[in-house]
């Protein structure tokens, strides 16, 4: 049977980015103008005084350094606090899109192909710029493609959850070669004046070309040698925007509808279940992880990355073997391991063995074992 292939993978970046610095200095003025326009609720206990920031808090509680965004001014406004990104008219390409076809375009030239190669294409991230039409339907005719495209949400996890059901579609028939995009706009759903999330997040979009080893002409072919999903009903990532709101008038703007977690309960239960589905995967297929020559893990924090390397290989993993992109990215949802994947594997040679890993908000982790021919 051929194997099932990544042939070419693409990235776009946004050109705008923000350092911790400038975050911090944004978020400060917010905390100084907020202190001073509630000091009599303060001081009569009523309300708590909001307590300011800085990078060296932002970069040893994360790793992050930096986040490039879709639009650094609005979010860096003090009185605003959210990209200032104004409606586009149905007739133009919408934002995540335009992110889309940049990356899509990257991938499919390292994959040598073309639109009519194409047959399905899969949009997987975490926030969708709208319900319907699907973005992938409306990608699909950007680039020209032909078949059928279909949206699809698994938080961090949706690339790798893409993956699977890009190789299956290959597998059974039903698409010849898939195109997979990851635009997230991370920052339209970040709550920028919270101090504890407020550094997490940055703007990306990642593409990835899926395709049977018969056809695939690519200089470079990452053959799948398995993917495993898992899925844990967990409240302590969340987010609960979505067209019930209006149905609510109360809860209209409450902080519950951005992005929320409990970051200390997530480390201590995420991690362990990462690195356990990782070890039975690898145990599955008859490999050592000391064979494993790179983990592309999911980028949300260095300490969780460090400590899920540490458990599979049973020895703290070197900055090759476990890159991170999380200093200059931050947290991008879905497209971080995939970014990781893009940047560190210049290195491989047939034959060796990686992982790509995500896991996130449901709980949900996805672990992908590649094998370059």
């Known amino acids: 049977m051929a194997a ?84 586009r008219p149905n007739e133009a390409q ?31 991230a975490s926030n969708m710029q709208r319900p319907y039409p699907a973005m992938a339907v409306e990608i699909q005719d950007a680039l020209g493609i032909k078949g059928f495209g279909f949206d699809m949400n698994v938080a961090c996890s949706s ?14 028939g039903s698409a010849r070669c898939v195109l997979i995009l990851n635009p997230e706009i991370c ?6 004046r919270d101090r504890d999330s407020h550094f997490i997040f940055g703007d990306v979009c990642t593409a990835i070309v899926i ?21 844990i009903y967990s409240n302590n990532i969340r987010n609960n925007f979505g067209f019930l709101n209006r149905c609510d008038i109360s809860g209209v703007g409450s902080p519950d509808k ?6 200390r309960k997530v480390f201590k239960e995420v991690c362990p279940e990462v690195a356990k589905q990782i070890s039975e995967q690898l145990e599955k297929l008859s490999i050592s992880p000391q064979s494993l020559k790179r983990m592309w893990l999911h980028q949300a924090n260095l300490s969780m990355n460090q400590l899920i390397a540490k458990r599979v290989l049973g020895r703290d993993a070197s900055a090759e073997e476990a890159p991170t992109i999380l200093n200059e990215y931050a947290n991008t949802s879905s497209a971080g391991s995939v970014i990781a994947f893009h940047k560190h594997r210049d290195d491989f040679l047939a034959g060796d063995l990686g992982v790509l890993c995500s896991f996130g908000a449901g709980y949900s982790i996805g672990s992908v074992v590649l094998r370059r021919l």
């Open 211 to 231: 395709e049977s080893s018969e056809t695939a002409t690519a200089d470079e072919l990452y053959e799948i040698v398995d993917s495993k999903l898992q899925t």
């Open 4 to 87: 099932i292939v990544i042939s070419g993978t693409g990235l776009y970046t946004p050109s705008q980015s923000i350092s911790n610095e400038e975050l911090v200095a944004s978020f400060n003025a917010y905390v100084e103008l907020y202190n001073s326009e509630n000091t009599q609720q303060i001081e009569a206990g009523e309300l708590e005084a909001l307590q300011p920031s800085s990078a060296e808090f932002i970069e040893k509680a994360s790793g992050i350094k930096a986040r490039y965004v879709v639009d650094k001014e609005g979010v860096l406004d003090p009185h605003r606090m959210v990209p200032n990104l104004p409606d």
């Open 187 to 192: 920052s339209g759903h970040l709550n920028f």
């Open 94 to 124: 919408s934002i995540q899109c335009e992110m889309a076809v940049a990356a899509a375009q990257e991938a499919m030239a390292q994959a040598n192909k073309s639109a009519a190669d194409i047959d399905a294409v899969i949009v997987a």
């Open 258 to 263: 951005l992005f929320v977690q409990e970051g």
């Open 159 to 172: 690339a790798t959850f893409g993956i699977q059901q890009a190789r299956d579609a290959v597998l059974t």
